[in-house]
């Protein structure tokens, strides 16, 4: 039992940072928050059971210590009935706040109930031997490693195979059944006191095992009124975020149903039926390398996403390298938006490891990575762009799908003179919505052509054009003071915390509980 419970402590920490990160997103307060809420709940549940041990005879001292992961079950339980109603109020609070409060909601009594089990354990082996430190050793020997085995069995099976609101309740329901069957074969516990632990077990596992079976139901009757309809296609329990497909069907009259793309709550792409693409960002990724070069054979594209750009790409001649982490994000594009990977070399890789030993030159590279809010921080170094530079020659052009702060000018200043560093001939291009879209080459190519993207729908030539008419270079002068960002003190997330706070916010305030819960 201490073994299970103690891979319960760690599997329960792992879901809860993925269970915060629709509505907190990926940062390093989200980190700072689970840790602490973990360590500090783990030490009252130690100190607790510490004391309460003290005065119990065997029978008490084992009624306390199946209590324990009986408590804890229910508790888990009313945690994942309460988060979908409460996490969406906390978002419209400091983000900061907000990620340390919903992680004592779904932590901070389980971890203390659980944490108990083990000096409650240790006064139990005292009753028998009072010699030396009574096991104490061993206990927490075996509970760290079954920590260790927690850890592992999270990452690797219940994320891969289950939605982390399954996982949470399995958690709740696999503890409900180590109680039932330990109280029920103890020799050392009174009727009365077997009777609670099994009524109080049964109880929680009815709200789990009901949670389980009718989430969906729960969720749908819990969300609030949407300006339109949609159903969830498909759901990919990635170990590299959860990915939602949904279908949007507009309410206005004439609006045509589209297909969403969602990666931790953050919507990656739309499109029709047609695979028209109605995000922005799309077809300045297609258009931007054309006005530094008019033919270009080959693409590189860090980053598949719903595989638009390199489909796009692929169809106008170029030969195309994706490079994607996430086997489902490949899936996903396949299935809902008509990408073909037989017609693209798609290579299953961390982009970073890829572009170290890429050996090939590229016409166009296109860096179209993101995880939960921006930019993995790993990705937007001087050392990162030196290495792409090696797949690419003096007559390449290198476009990001950058995410600027539109409140501050210094981290997006830290982001130019990174890339600066490396590509000396710098445009930066900036839409009504706030985006950023670099293009970068290693010598000086001039000013670009007009951009004239194809396919473009009707509706985004104007933001299209405006944002085409926002071009400037960027040269020394102007990102003077600059430091760019380094492997050696890489503070990229940092840099970009509060603009990374208020698009989660916003995010987590406008999408239905149903894309939100994962």
């Known amino acids: 039992m201490i073994f299970l419970t103690g891979a319960a402590v760690l599997a329960l920490e792992v879901l809860t940072s993925r269970?915060?990160?629709?509505?907190?997103?990926?940062?390093?307060?989200?980190?700072?928050?689970?840790?602490?809420?973990?360590?500090?709940?783990?030490?009252?549940?130690?100190?607790?059971?510490?004391?309460?041990?003290?005065?119990?005879?065997?029978?008490?001292?084992?009624?306390?210590?199946?209590?324990?992961?009986?408590?804890?079950?229910?508790?888990?339980?009313?945690?994942?009935?309460?988060?979908?109603?409460?996490?969406?109020?906390?978002?419209?609070?400091?983000?900061v706040f907000a990620s340390f409060v919903g992680s004592a909601v779904l932590l901070a009594f389980p971890l203390v109930a659980l944490s108990a089990m083990n000096p409650l354990l240790v006064a139990l082996q005292r009753r028998q031997d009072d010699r030396g430190d009574a096991g104490a050793?061993?206990?927490?020997?075996?509970?760290?490693?079954?920590?260790?085995?927690?850890?592992?069995?999270?990452?690797?099976?219940?994320?891969?195979?289950?939605?982390?609101?399954?996982?949470?309740?399995?958690?709740?329901?696999?503890?409900?059944?180590?109680?039932?069957?330990?109280?029920?074969?103890?020799?050392?516990?009174?009727?009365r006191q077997r009777v609670f632990l099994v009524g109080g077990t049964a109880l929680a596992a009815v709200v789990s095992g009901g949670l389980l079976l009718g989430q969906q139901q729960y969720l749908d009757a819990v969300a609030g009124e949407t300006g339109f309809d949609f159903e969830i296609k498909k759901e990919y329990t990635s170990v590299f975020g959860n990915i939602k497909i949904v279908e949007i069907a507009p309410r206005s009259p004439g609006a045509q149903p589209l297909m969403a793309f969602l990666q931790d709550g953050l919507v990656q792409n739309r499109a029709l039926g047609d695979g028209t693409s109605l995000s922005l960002y799309t077809y300045f990724l297609e258009s931007i390398p054309f006005a530094f070069r008019t033919e270009p054979a080959s693409a590189l594209v860090l980053g598949l996403g719903a595989g638009i750009v390199p489909r796009n790409l692929q169809a106008d001649g170029i030969d195309v390298t994706v490079v994607e982490i996430n086997r489902d994000s490949l899936r996903a594009a396949e299935q809902f938006f008509g990408f073909d990977p037989s017609v693209v070399d798609v290579r299953i890789e961390d982009a970073r490891t890829f572009v170290r030993h890429c050996g090939k030159i590229y016409d166009i590279a296109i860096v179209d990575l993101f995880h939960g809010d921006n930019t993995p921080d790993y990705l937007m170094t001087k050392e990162f762009f030196a290495d792409l530079a090696a797949c690419m020659d003096d007559q390449s052009v290198l476009v990001i799908n950058a995410f600027f702060d539109s409140e501050n000018e210094e981290p997006n200043q830290r982001v130019r003179a990174t890339v600066h560093s490396v590509f000396p001939s710098l445009f930066e291009f900036r839409s009504p919505d706030g985006a950023a879209y670099l293009a970068a080459t290693k010598t000086d190519r001039g000013a670009p052509d007009t951009l004239r993207p194809v396919r473009l729908p009707a509706f985004l030539r104007e933001d299209f054009g405006a944002a085409t008419a926002n071009t400037k270079r960027i040269d020394a002068a102007m990102i003077q003071g600059a430091e760019p960002i380094s492997d050696a003190h890489n503070v990229f997330k940092v840099l970009f915390s509060d603009a990374d706070r208020r698009l989660r916010r916003n995010l987590a305030e406008g999408l239905p509980v149903q894309f939100l819960v994962n």
């Open 19 to 95: 269970i915060l990160t629709p509505y907190f997103g990926v940062s390093l307060f989200i980190w700072a928050a689970i840790l602490s809420i973990t360590l500090t709940f783990l030490a009252v549940g130690y100190y607790g059971g510490s004391v309460v041990s003290k005065n119990l005879d065997r029978g008490q001292l084992e009624f306390a210590y199946l209590a324990a992961p009986a408590s804890a079950a229910l508790t888990i339980a009313l945690g994942a009935l309460a988060y979908p109603i409460f996490f969406p109020l906390l978002t419209g609070t400091n983000l």
């Open 137 to 191: 050793g061993r206990v927490f020997f075996v509970s760290t490693i079954g920590s260790v085995a927690g850890v592992l069995v999270t990452a690797f099976v219940f994320i891969p195979l289950m939605r982390n609101y399954t996982g949470i309740l399995l958690l709740s329901l696999i503890l409900c059944g180590l109680v039932l069957v330990y109280s029920l074969a103890s020799r050392a516990l009174t009727k």
